[in-house]
Nanobody, 120 residues
């Protein structure tokens, strides 16, 4: 069994920053791509950042230059540094990881989500 646990969300004023963390644990052999998604009320879940096992990153234009994804492979952890936040960034942020388990199964796993609220 694999678990992803996010932390670091909260309430911040516009222009502020937050650092989100997501730690994977359990029956992990290796972690492939890791990513952060977000979902605002009434909207579809959208990708905000992704990083491959080689460290190649990808961002949509909406967050490029403001958000930075990074990973610590030794800790099975992915981070999302969010800067220059605006009220439009308010959403529940979810961690996602494509993991090869010790049973040699490759599956996508999701965290439970962490709320980010940006006040104007």
């Amino acid at each position: 069994q694999v678990q992803l646990v996010e932390s670091g969300g909260g309430l911040v004023q516009a222009g502020g920053s937050l650092r989100l963390s997501c730690a994977a644990s359990g029956s992990i052999h290796s972690i492939n791509a890791m990513a952060w998604y977000r979902q605002a009320p009434g909207k579809q879940r959208e990708l905000v950042a992704a990083v491959t096992s080689y460290g190649i990153t990808n961002y949509p234009d909406s967050v490029k230059g403001r958000f930075t994804i990074s990973r610590d492979n030794a800790k099975n952890t992915v981070y999302l540094q969010t800067n220059s936040l605006t009220p439009e960034d308010t959403a529940v942020y979810f961690c996602n990881a494509r993991i090869t388990t010790i049973h040699n199964r490759v599956e996508n796993y999701w965290g439970q989500g962490t709320q980010v609220t940006v006040s104007s």
